[in-house]
């Protein structure tokens, strides 16, 4: 049996961890090239990377700050220096930050929707030119937080827009034959969740109580749905929000 993403080019932002990380990895093991986009961490991509050609995949590490608009051409075009053309490109790169009501400034919003919204709008703007004739695969990672998560309202805000923009986009992008889902995944053990001190709180005691499954989510719970949809498996799927969460009690 062949590799559900044999010949194609995936860009995947934010990989040098986390959901990100192991999207891209994924890939590879599907027969994709992978551009591991990584804004601060060059180790960290680079790492990836280097899990990726052990294995006998094609990866290359390109920084851009998915935030900046000139960051954002610069890494389609050395994508296509590298790999010739782009096939698929994941939104994962995000920022996340909670804060009350009393606590929100211009810049604590505008931080989060540059990234989480803004960025994701131009980058897909660049995979829709990038695509060609032959179509394309765009996958947003959102979330499950785009509503009910106290001292989240900025942040869900951006992730209610993601899903908002996958819908839309899927309707106008579909006659070129460009397919535009979203994954959104539920709490997830990342390095940036056990930083936070997240993965040993009370809050994850509380959403694994009204989780049927019981638990917190893995970021190899994640990336197997991005390759679906990235694959012919799901051809005649788009517009979707797939919720990764381990279920949700009424």
Known sequence: MGKKLEGKVAIVTGASKGIGASIARHFAKEGAKVVVNYATSKEGAEKVVKEIEKEGGKAVAVQADMSKPADIKRLFAESKKAFKTVDILVNNAGVYHFASLEEVTPEHFHEMFNLNVLGLILASQEAAKEFGEHGGNIINVSSVATVGIVHAGVYSATKAAVDAITHTLSQELGPKKIRVNSINPGMIETEGTVSGGFTNSDFRRE????????????????????????SDDAKWVTGETIFISGGKKN
């Open 207 to 230: 959403i694994e109580k009204t989780t049927p499954l019981g638990r917190i989510g893995q970021v190899d719970d994640v990336a197997p749905v991005a390759v679906f949809l990235a």
